[in-house]
């Protein structure tokens, strides 16, 4: 179910468990967000990896950076030559020129989710750039 | 744990459990990521809020996109006036001058991800800006 308003899309795509019916390409359990939810700013995918598994090839990219986030599972992250564990709360920052791949552990299925937007884009966040307004939502009532 | 090397920056947060611990002006389980990593073209922050608990106050943006990752738990979402529940996989992506807040219900806490990207920002991504390499990780040797 996908609802499109003016200033908001939402879906509910629901248990993560069923990303793996997803596919990009070939790659089973990716699912991009961007052209689905009118993403202007970066691209988003939600991906499980089924337990040994790993990404086939290399990449780098040409703008983007990418930010990934595990969530469930394990497995092991290759940059630049280096490879670590990763698990829940992995966080990963990768610039465009890193090179990057990734493998899930035989044991267990690897959640993550991967953020791309273009390096050197943002140029201001939070306080900055968010605005507090008079309006009220129904918990906000007395 | 934070490492920082020239093209990649990796943090093991653990498990989210632990961003009760985490305080952001007063918001207690808000954990903002972008200056930790350094990322640049977008900001993100993980997010526990207490059940029982909500936004005290609807804010929208001046520049930047905003997407909603929810991971776990169950809430309300406000945003121009409307309100919907969300729960695990709920996708809602909201342009800067969407008046927004939310809020957990009253018997679980509620995780979630928020991404901001400037709005427009972004010009191409995934196969268009993604390179294929033949570096290999250890995985992909015969």
């Given amino acids: 179910m996908t609802t499109t308003v003016t200033t908001y899309t939402a879906e509910h795509l629901g248990p993560f468990e069923s990303l793996l019916e997803k596919d990009f390409m070939g790659f089973h359990g990716k699912y991009f967000l961007g052209e689905r939810l009118g993403l202007t700013g970066c691209e988003v995918s939600l991906n499980r990896l089924p337990a040994g598994k790993g990404m086939p090839f290399v990449h780098s990219h040409k703008k983007n950076e990418e930010l990934y986030i595990v969530l469930r599972g394990s497995g ?55 605005v507090r307004l008079p309006t009220k939502a129904s918990w906000m009532m007395d």
Same sequence: chains 1, 2.
Avoid: H, K, N
């Fill in 76 to 130: 092991t992250f290759f940059v630049d030559g280096e490879e670590f564990p990763i698990g829940e709360g992995s966080l990963i920052r990768v610039a465009p020129e890193g090179e990057r791949a990734w493998r899930a552990t035989d044991t267990e299925d690897l959640y993550f989710i991967c953020i791309q937007a273009q390096a050197g884009s943002l140029c201001q966040a939070t306080l900055e750039d968010g």
